[in-house]
């Protein structure tokens, strides 16, 4: 199963991704990729874009990241060639 997550929603719903978050705020991104991890037992999470990926927490997960600049040729060249 792939569950597709913009950063951009992880990004909105967090509210902050590179700041400090408040007593009683939650991290989406970093809930969400827990989740992954830890409830389902994906070993791998590949993230498109992920803005969050300097942030120290980022670490402990298997987060591949991809660029949507280079992933674009191939997925129009697929779908209208």
């Keep these: ?16 991704i590179n ?3 408040e007593t009683g705020e939650v991290n989406i991104a970093e809930s969400l990729i827990k989740k992954f991890k830890n409830y389902y037992g994906v070993q791998k999470i590949h993230i ?3 803005h969050f990926l300097k942030i120290a927490w980022s670490s402990n997960y298997p987060i591949i990241a991809l660029s949507a600049f ?12």
């Design 19 to 21: 700041s400090f978050f």
């Design 70 to 81: 280079n992933l674009m040729p191939e997925i129009l060249f697929n779908q209208y060639y």
């Design 1 to 16: 199963m792939v569950y597709i997550i913009p950063t951009s929603l992880a990004e909105h719903l967090g509210r902050k």
């Design 48 to 50: 498109i874009e992920p």
